[in-house]
T-cell receptor, first 112, second 116 residues
């Protein structure tokens, strides 16, 4: 089965700095990689995703990069704000109709 | 829209009793629903995949006789924790997939189960 690893487990940054979270996956058949943000006691919310036919995707302050050869993908948040503080999960999937396998999560704290 | 609800949001029960958790897609038909378990400060662990009208597919290590899943309609899936024990205490989250956005999953708000 798929194994997704995520680092770091905790991350603290100053407001305005950038944050980078990295994930690796084991199954080369995985082709869809979403990122979710989960605030305490709330449901995970999709913030960005990338498919394997794309190397990079950006949405305002959030970007994701994918290296299929190395089987790793990363989330980049620029100009961080206190409201970015949350737990972020990466996931890998084989695409249409298939399950998500989540990473272990990164607790991000943005210090005002 | 893609709104998923769960009921109840919190439940406390005695050891040995059974608890049913409902997951509903409110404004779309869900071809597939997923059930996850999340321990404090840990990741979402996939328990099972549920397709309407067919038996659920359980992940390795998940007891299908303990965690009964029924997906009777395209908008409702239920998870029943049978003969619950304190170690079953956890946060249970469902997600649903739309037929026209098959790569995405839309999550419910979760159910906090506490077994005394």
């Amino acid at each position: 089965g798929e194994n997704v690893e995520q680092h770091p487990s905790t991350l603290s940054v100053q407001e305005g700095d950038s944050a980078v979270i990295k994930c690796t996956y084991s199954d080369s058949a995985s082709n869809y990689f979403p990122w979710y943000k989960q605030e305490l006691g709330k449901r995970p919310q999709l913030i960005i995703d990338i498919r394997s036919n794309v190397g990079e995707k950006k949405d305002q302050r959030i970007a994701v990069t994918l290296n299929k050869t190395a089987k790793h993908f990363s989330l980049h948040i620029t100009e961080t704000q206190p409201e970015d503080s949350a737990v972020y999960f990466c996931a890998a999937s084989k695409g249409t109709g298939n399950q998500f396998y989540f990473g272990t999560g990164t607790s991000l704290t943005v210090i005002p | 829209g893609a709104v998923v609800s769960q009921h109840p949001s919190r439940v406390i029960c005695k050891s040995g009793t059974s608890v049913k958790i409902e997951c509903r897609s409110l404004d779309f038909q869900a071809t597939t629903m997923f059930w996850y378990r999340q321990f404090p400060k840990q990741s979402l662990m996939l328990m099972a995949t549920s397709n309407e009208g067919s038996k659920a597919t359980y992940e390795q290590g998940v007891e299908k006789d303990k965690f009964l899943i029924n997906h009777a309609s395209l908008t409702l899936s239920t998870l029943t924790v049978t003969s619950a024990h304190p170690e079953d205490s956890s946060f249970y989250i469902c997600s649903a997939r739309r037929w026209d956005r098959v790569n995405e999953q839309f999550f419910g708000p979760g159910t906090r189960l506490t077994v005394l």
